[in-house]
């Protein structure tokens, strides 16, 4: 499995601990692929967008001319994890803000929603099917609307921070800066279906 991990800006490096402790989990081989450059995207088989700045992370994006491949790798049904920064940039609309980035999931999203006296903080709640999991957020976002077809995973005081919806997972907290693995397995076991039923054909 080759996973595509955007390594423009942001906490990258953590994602790809996460992968590297669980891959003795699965039968198949995981290679994290730094993407950086548009000939990083070639022949992945799942993306990672990490937690950063998404302003800075879209602006990148388009500079380096990764934008429009990456944008249409998602739309074509390459699994996606995309955590804090990385759910503002697949969101559809953004709570008063204009911008646009590669708009693939129907939510809207608040861009540091919990402000400064909870820019930073820690809860367990049940994340879809995996159960008390410990949801880390730093200045997180949260999602304000969703459209009937996506999958509500969790909500934190009545605000959604976690959703699926086909092959994207967007979730405003930060798996990856904790010691439990459940989300990058369900993550990696979603990229793994979707590689053999693509095989199918």
Same mark, same amino acid.
């Given at each position: ?5 955007? +390594? ?11 992968? *590297?402790?669980? =891959? ?9 692929? &730094? ?8 022949? %992945?088989?799942?993306?990672? %967008? ?5 302003? #800075?992370?879209?602006?990148? $994006? ?9 944008? +249409?790798? /998602? %739309?074509?049904? #390459?699994?996606?994890? =995309?955590?804090? +920064? ?18 693939? %999931? !129907?939510?809207? *999203?608040?861009?540091? +929603? ?8 820690? #809860?367990?709640?049940? #994340?879809?099917?995996? &159960? ?10 949260? $999602? ?9 995973? *969790?909500? *934190? ?6 959703? &699926?919806?086909?092959?994207? /997972?967007?979730?405003?907290?930060? !798996? ?26």
């Amino acid at each position: 499995m080759r996973i595509g991990i955007l +390594a423009v800006q942001g906490a990258f490096i953590e994602h790809e601990k996460q992968l *590297v402790s669980i =891959a003795d989990h699965f039968d198949e081989q995981i290679e994290c692929i &730094e993407i950086r450059q548009k000939t990083d995207l070639e022949n %992945l088989n799942g993306i990672i %967008l990490p937690g950063g700045e998404s302003t #800075v992370q879209g602006k990148l $994006i388009r500079d380096l001319e990764i934008f429009n491949t990456l944008q +249409a790798m /998602i %739309l074509q049904g #390459v699994p996606t994890l =995309a955590t804090c +920064a990385g759910l503002i940039l697949l969101a559809q609309t953004l709570e008063n803000d204009s911008t646009k980035h590669l708009s693939t %999931l !129907p939510v809207t *999203v608040q861009r540091n +929603a919990y402000g400064r006296q909870l820019g930073s903080f820690s #809860v367990s709640s049940n #994340v879809g099917e995996i &159960e008390n999991f410990p949801l880390v957020f730093i200045r997180a976002p949260y $999602i304000t609307n969703v459209s009937p077809d996506t999958k509500r995973l *969790v909500s *934190v005081d009545q605000h959604i921070v976690g959703v &699926e919806y086909k092959n994207q /997972i967007g979730l405003a907290f930060h !798996p990856e800066m904790t010691n439990d693995t459940r989300i990058h397995e369900y993550f990696l076991q979603k990229v793994i279906n979707h590689s053999n039923n693509q095989d199918r054909f």
